[in-house]
């Protein structure tokens, strides 16, 4: 397959026609097409896009459908395969008890069907009975050594080529590899991981006829007056897998006879907004956790369940897969850039950061976090998706966190230090202001709950995030060492540090109007936090079940002091208003004490 790839390159703004490095997209399209027609296999069955029929589309909705998967891929299909297992860059393999709750139904049914048969049947039923009884107490004894075993791998996929189009590629990977679970025949499963998901020509084909159903529908949008960016073709063309585009192609209606991919009805949920960046200083968002929720819910009842996530990473698309066949489950991360996501070790990381001194200081730090974050992200969904976590607690619990870390990172209260301390991420950033409470600091970390890996990672986050601007913060954690090569590299001139402020002879006043006009103005703090906490906290069972204590704790302690703040600076305009904001604070907890 490779000696027939494909090697384009987007033409120079400023090349001509005659430029050698110059090839018209009419000529790339027929050279595309007479490629993919010359290969029998995929001609034969097109895997994308033949999984459903007419009848189906106008009956059935997209959200009952559930793609059942007939194999795990990394034991079925790679185990026993060694050119496929030398294109795996990361494996890990877990392996706990299975869970007790349908052995626990099992028996009580069990007794109760034993109490009936032992009152209405005759003796010699029963010694039937005792026979039955004994063949599946064996059983029984067979399935407690069962063990449920957790894969998370990440494999070799087709190397990105084309820097702005990862979104086209992920899409590829993530029908490509979900093909592979729930496709009849483990020969066919097998062609499609070893051939497909390797194949530039199959790509090439992919993208151009996912350009060519955007440019149709751009001219629908036209001509009935609707077009309007990115619906154009120079947008189109650029070949940037926009969020419009991806809606479309996941949610249009049935009727839309173009579209092919919204026709197979993929059990793919797309979140462009994913990033733990995005999750901790964004506003959550609640419909796609309650679209999460449910997914959560068909991997609990299904025991064979495939679902495939598109995962936006600021500036990078991939793909996890969280694939469940009986007592075994993997979780499967494609990276289009071929970056050990899981496995690198810090080291390796930098020597990838380092390989682009050419990046501002920003996307130097998107692309930082796009290679360490992945992780966590798999943990997340590990632990909510085959786990007992709530995501709704999880993310709430992280976005709660980490907007309170923001607060005492740029206004410091020294009267409630102390109290502040309850934050377990709180001594992130002041570690250069508050010197004299580092020992306090460091004991807060033992204040966690069932949540303590998650949270522990993102503490090293958030100290990335601080030391990535700053050159003078010091630090003994290796991954924050990572980012302190980063910044010592790049120019800091003109960035505002967290320290250059906090360390200035200020008053706690003027760091509090910095931080609501730079960080988080009143009306941010309504939209953000506010809103989000009275669409998921009601009642005092709500606040029970999402908010672990030393998050109940932390909020009072910054409602107190921050309150008591504001009655003695009430002068302010900017301050008046955030006082209402406050009241709401006030009440929306006190209310549930």
Same mark, same amino acid.
């Given at each position: 397959?490779?000696?027939?790839?494909?090697?384009?390159?987007?033409?120079?703004?400023?090349?001509?026609?005659?430029?050698?490095?110059?090839?018209?997209?009419?000529?790339?399209?027929?050279?595309?097409?007479?490629?993919?027609?010359?290969?029998?296999?995929?001609?034969?069955?097109?895997?994308?896009?033949?999984?459903?029929?007419?009848?189906?589309?106008?009956?059935?909705?997209?959200?009952?459908?559930?793609?059942?998967?007939?194999?795990?891929?990394?034991?079925?299909?790679?185990?026993?395969?060694?050119?496929?297992?030398?294109?795996?860059?990361?494996?890990?393999?877990?392996?706990?008890?299975?869970?007790?709750?349908?052995?626990?139904?099992?028996?009580?049914?069990?007794?109760?069907?034993?109490?009936?048969?032992?009152?209405?049947?005759?003796?010699?039923?029963?010694?039937?009975?005792?026979?039955?009884?004994?063949?599946?107490?064996?059983?029984?004894?067979?399935?407690?050594?069962?063990?449920?075993?957790?894969?998370?791998?990440?494999?070799?996929?087709?190397?990105?080529?084309?820097?702005?189009?990862?979104?086209?590629?992920?899409?590829?990977?993530?029908?490509?590899?979900?093909?592979?679970?729930?496709?009849?025949?483990?020969?066919?499963?097998?062609?499609?991981?070893?051939?497909?998901?390797?194949?530039?020509?199959?790509?090439?084909?992919?993208?151009?006829?996912?350009?060519?159903?955007?440019?149709?529908?751009?001219?629908?949008?036209?001509?009935?007056?609707?077009?309007?960016?990115?619906?154009?073709?120079?947008?189109?063309?650029?070949?940037?897998?926009?969020?419009?585009?991806?809606?479309?192609?996941?949610?249009?209606?049935?009727?839309?006879?173009?579209?092919?991919?919204?026709?197979?009805?993929?059990?793919?949920?797309?979140?462009?907004?994913?990033?733990?960046?995005?999750?901790?200083?964004?506003?959550?968002?609640?419909?796609?956790?309650?679209?999460?929720?449910?997914?959560?819910?068909?991997?609990?009842?299904?025991?064979?369940?495939?679902?495939?996530?598109?995962?936006?990473?600021?500036?990078?698309?991939?793909?996890?897969?969280?694939?469940?066949?009986?007592?075994?489950?993997?979780?499967?991360?494609?990276?289009?850039?071929?970056?050990?996501?899981?496995?690198?070790?810090?080291?390796?990381?930098?020597?990838?950061?380092?390989?682009?001194?050419?990046?501002?200081?920003?996307?130097?730090?998107?692309?930082?976090?796009?290679?360490?974050?992945?992780?966590?992200?798999?943990?997340?969904?590990?632990?909510?998706?085959?786990?007992?976590?709530?995501?709704?607690?999880?993310?709430?619990?992280?976005?709660?966190?980490?907007?309170?870390?923001?607060?005492?990172?740029?206004?410091? =209260? +020294?009267? !409630?230090? &102390? @109290? #502040?301390? *309850? /934050? %377990? $991420?709180?001594?992130?950033?002041?570690?250069? =202001? +508050?010197? !004299?409470? &580092? @020992? #306090?600091? *460091? /004991? %807060? $970390?033992?204040?966690?709950?069932?949540?303590?890996?998650?949270? !522990?990672?993102? @503490?090293?986050? *958030?100290?990335?995030?601080?030391?990535?601007?700053?050159?003078?913060?010091?630090?003994?954690?290796?991954?924050?060492?990572?980012?302190?090569?980063?910044?010592?590299?790049?120019?800091?001139?003109?960035?505002?540090?967290?320290?250059?402020?906090?360390?200035?002879?200020?008053?706690?006043?003027?760091?509090?109007?910095?931080?609501?006009?730079?960080?988080?103005?009143?009306?941010?703090?309504?939209?953000?936090?506010?809103?989000?906490?009275?669409?998921?906290?009601?009642?005092?069972?709500?606040?029970?079940?999402?908010?672990?204590?030393?998050?109940?704790?932390?909020?009072?302690?910054?409602?107190?002091?921050?309150?008591?703040?504001?009655?003695?600076?009430?002068?302010?305009?900017?301050?008046?208003?955030?006082?209402?904001?406050?009241?709401?604070?006030?009440?929306?907890?006190?209310?549930?004490?």
């Amino acid at each position: 397959m490779e000696n027939h790839s494909l090697k384009l390159s987007a033409p120079s703004t400023t090349a001509r026609f005659s430029s050698e490095q110059y090839i018209p997209r009419a000529i790339i399209l027929d050279i595309v097409k007479e490629i993919s027609e010359s290969i029998p296999k995929f001609i034969e069955k097109n895997y994308f896009f033949s999984h459903s029929s007419k009848k189906e589309e106008s009956t059935i909705d997209r959200k009952s459908i559930q793609y059942h998967s007939n194999r795990i891929l990394l034991k079925d299909i790679i185990s026993n395969d060694q050119d496929n297992k030398d294109k795996i860059i990361y494996k890990n393999s877990t392996t706990t008890k299975q869970i007790e709750q349908e052995k626990k139904i099992k028996q009580i049914r069990k007794q109760e069907e034993n109490k009936i048969k032992e009152e209405q049947n005759e003796i010699e039923n029963k010694k039937k009975e005792k026979e039955k009884e004994e063949e599946e107490e064996e059983k029984e004894e067979e399935e407690e050594e069962e063990f449920e075993t957790i894969h998370i791998w990440q494999p070799k996929v087709l190397k990105q080529r084309k820097n702005d189009s990862c979104g086209y590629y992920c899409l590829y990977n993530s029908l490509t590899i979900l093909n592979s679970c729930f496709i009849g025949t483990k020969e066919e499963a097998k062609l499609i991981y070893s051939e497909y998901l390797e194949s530039r020509v199959l790509f090439w084909h992919f993208y151009w006829v996912s350009i060519k159903l955007f440019l149709e529908k751009s001219k629908q949008k036209k001509k009935d007056k609707q077009s309007r960016y990115p619906w154009n073709e120079k947008c189109i063309l650029k070949g940037v897998l926009e969020r419009s585009y991806v809606e479309y192609m996941f949610k249009s209606g049935v009727n839309d006879n173009m579209n092919m991919i919204s026709r197979q009805h993929y059990p793919i949920t797309v979140l462009p907004d994913w990033a733990i960046q995005s999750l901790k200083n964004n506003r959550l968002p609640i419909d796609e956790i309650k679209e999460m929720q449910r997914i959560s819910q068909l991997f609990k009842s299904s025991s064979n369940y495939a679902h495939v996530f598109m995962i936006g990473q600021s500036i990078h698309w991939i793909t996890i897969v969280i694939n469940k066949v009986n007592n075994h489950s993997e979780i499967i991360v494609l990276d289009s850039r071929n970056h050990n996501l899981l496995g690198a070790t810090d080291d390796e990381v930098m020597q990838l950061v380092n390989k682009h001194p050419e990046l501002s200081d920003h996307m130097r730090k998107s692309y930082l976090f796009s290679l360490i974050e992945p992780k966590l992200i798999v943990q997340i969904l590990k632990d909510c998706m085959l786990g007992d976590s709530d995501l709704t607690k999880t993310l709430l619990q992280l976005n709660l966190t980490c907007f309170l870390e923001n607060f005492y990172s740029h206004v410091n =209260n +020294n009267n !409630n230090n &102390n @109290n #502040n301390n *309850n /934050n %377990n $991420n709180n001594n992130n950033n002041n570690n250069n =202001n +508050n010197n !004299n409470n &580092n @020992n #306090n600091n *460091n /004991n %807060n $970390n033992k204040d966690n709950d069932n949540t303590l890996s998650i949270f !522990n990672n993102l @503490n090293i986050n *958030n100290k990335i995030t601080s030391n990535i601007t700053s050159t003078t913060t010091t630090t003994t954690a290796t991954s924050i060492n990572i980012i302190g090569s980063v910044s010592s590299s790049s120019s800091s001139s003109s960035m505002i540090t967290t320290s250059t402020i906090t360390t200035s002879n200020i008053t706690q006043q003027q760091q509090l109007i910095y931080w609501l006009e730079n960080y988080w103005p009143p009306s941010v703090i309504e939209y953000n936090i506010c809103q989000v906490l009275d669409s998921i906290i009601t009642t005092k069972e709500d606040m029970d079940k999402y908010l672990e204590c030393h998050i109940l704790e932390s909020l009072s302690v910054w409602i107190k002091s921050t309150s008591d703040h504001l009655k003695n600076h009430s002068d302010v305009k900017l301050i008046q208003r955030f006082s209402i904001t406050m009241n709401w604070f006030d009440k929306k907890f006190l209310n549930f004490q």
